[in-house]
């Protein structure tokens, strides 16, 4: 069977506490990106508890992405909280919450604010860093194909571009 997949997709998986999130964190400071989640540009911090990993790892700078972001389920609440004082500060800039669909993620469900953030925010030839973004996916919004009934993949960004 020909792969549908046109870009690669690297799936972390092992048992709590094995260092799945650890090591997507240190990958998100390696490329610059908030450890609490979101993009280079996005930087808040609410409690600082991220491992220093990250100092230590490299990437070859021909292979560096042109767009990264860091999608933490568990901060994603905090990520959203921090465009919106953003967009109050008046800065002549057009207002973050376009790149995520324009409407407010506080407004929206945790499964409709992240699948707006997968629809809008994400383009090609980018690093995308998800930390369990399955969490607040519906079913319907998702194909899954694992051995794990835990692991899925959020279908409508890796398939056919």
């Known amino acids: 069977m020909a792969s549908l997949v ?5 799936i972390l998986f092992g048992e709590n506490g094995s260092g799945k999130s650890t090591l997507l964190e240190a990958i998100a400071v390696c490329f ?25 790892l490299g990437y070859e700078r021909c292979n560096y992405p042109r767009d990264a972001y860091f999608l933490r389920a568990e901060s994603f609440y905090n990520v959203a909280a921090a465009i919106e004082k ?6 002549g800039a057009p207002p973050v919450i376009r790149a995520y669909g324009g409407d407010s993620l506080h407004c929206q469900s945790h499964g409709e604010s992240f699948f707006a953030l997968l629809k809008n925010r994400f383009g090609n ?8 973004p399955e969490a607040a996916l519906s ?5 899954i194909a694992t051995h794990s009934p835990i692991l899925a993949i959020p279908a409508r960004r890796f398939l056919n571009g």
């Open 6 to 10: 046109r870009h690669p997709v690297t």
């Open 125 to 132: 030839r980018g690093l995308y860093l998800h930390d369990e």
């Open 86 to 91: 953003l967009d109050q500060i008046e800065a």
């Open 32 to 56: 610059g990106l908030n450890p609490e989640g979101g993009s280079k540009n996005l930087r808040f911090s609410t409690f600082s508890t991220e491992s220093s990993l990250g100092l230590y």
């Open 139 to 143: 079913p319907s919004r998702l194909i």
